[in-house]
């Protein structure tokens, strides 16, 4: 019988996805209880809409699972090699930030764990810090191919770069996480996006990583989709954002992350556009409510129709991403 390191590529990166998802789906439920039982229970915003309410003290931080299935799944298929290395380290060390948002929140009984300004500072020195090394490393061009404008080497700046990357789609990823099973079908469809890439660019080790964040996110659906039995919570969405960010700078498709996470940055700037309206107007607004999963919402769609809608948008961006992807 073939080890595991030996399988051909694409069957490699079906077992990840199918471990990490495996693993997800079935402790799940499990874990949901357990979470429950431990006092993790989601506060709701005070401005959330009327119907969120009925989902407050539902059991969170069910990320650490999905962080667990991906480190599982992506060690034992393709092993320590530093590209999936620097893949997991990402996703852990965010999760970890994300972990501590989640606790501070639980423990203060509401809403709010790390203020902005300490959740955005520890970001950014874990994100220079990732982005010093992997700029540094002979095994990841410091390249980044512009559509339309070719290949553009940012030397050292490319640290800069990357950590922009990887804070940013971790925010984006969490202003997603809004509503039951969203987040984690739209980072399982741009994850598979990724594997894809990889596998065209012959790269097995990051076909294994994009697939295992796939697959996990994909099973977490088994307990989050509408009604959900548990949250991912910060550290899922934090973690999984990261994962992307690094998948991306792995496949060498950083631009591309633009289009295929084009749902995760319509959800961002629908915040940023708010704030920076509201304060400029005196108080008037652009959405309902935001991120943009709300003004939906407040429309009148059903939580149902508003994430299956934002699915297929993510399908067209994930088509899209891949036109422009080198």
């Avoid at 401005?47 to 999905?66: E, F, N, S």
């Avoid at 099973?181 to 080790?205: K, N, S, Y």
């Avoid at 992307?244 to 950083?254: I, V």
């Avoid at 295929?260 to 556009?273: C, N, Y």
Wanted: with cysteine; proline share 4%; glycine share 14%.
């Amino acid at each position: 019988m073939k080890s595991v390191a030996t399988l051909p590529m694409v069957p490699q990166m079906v077992l990840a996805g199918v471990i990490a998802g495996g693993i997800v789906a079935l402790a799940g439920p499990g874990i949901a209880g357990l979470l429950g039982r431990w006092g993790q229970r989601q506060q709701i915003r005070e401005d959330a809409p009327g119907r969120h309410r009925q989902k407050a003290g539902t059991p969170t931080m069910g990320g650490v699972l999905i962080v667990g299935a991906i480190m599982v799944a992506s060690l034992l298929v393709a092993g320590t090699y530093p590209l999936v290395v620097f893949g997991l380290t990402a996703t852990v060390v965010f999760g970890i930030i994300g972990l501590l948002d989640d606790v501070l929140a639980i423990r203060r009984g509401r809403n709010l764990g790390l203020r902005a300004r300490e959740r955005l500072a520890l970001q950014t020195a874990a994100g220079l810090l990732l982005g010093w090394y992997v700029a540094r490393q002979p095994w990841l061009p410091t390249t980044v191919v512009v559509p339309g404008l070719g290949m553009m080497d940012l030397g050292r700046g490319y640290a800069v770069f990357a950590a922009l990357l990887v804070v940013g789609f971790s925010n984006a990823v969490n202003l997603t996480d809004g509503l039951d099973g969203l987040a984690a079908g739209l980072v399982a469809i741009a994850a598979g996006g990724f594997g894809l890439l990889a596998a065209l660019a012959l790269m097995p080790a990051v076909g294994v990583l994009a697939m295992a964040v796939s697959g996990a996110a994909a099973g977490f659906l088994r307990v989050n989709a509408h009604p959900a039995r548990v949250f991912m919570g910060d550290v899922g969405s934090n973690a999984l954002g990261a994962s992307l960010a690094a998948l991306a700078m792995l496949t060498k498709a950083e631009a591309a992350l633009f289009v295929i996470g084009g749902v995760f940055l319509a959800e961002t700037a629908s915040v940023l556009l708010q704030v920076a309206y509201f304060k400029a107007t005196g108080g008037r607004r652009i959405f309902r409510m935001s991120p943009l999963h709300h003004h939906f919402e407040l429309g009148g769609w059903s939580e149902r129709t508003v994430v299956r809608r934002f699915y297929w948008a993510g399908w067209i961006c994930l088509g899209l991403g891949l036109l422009v992807a080198p």
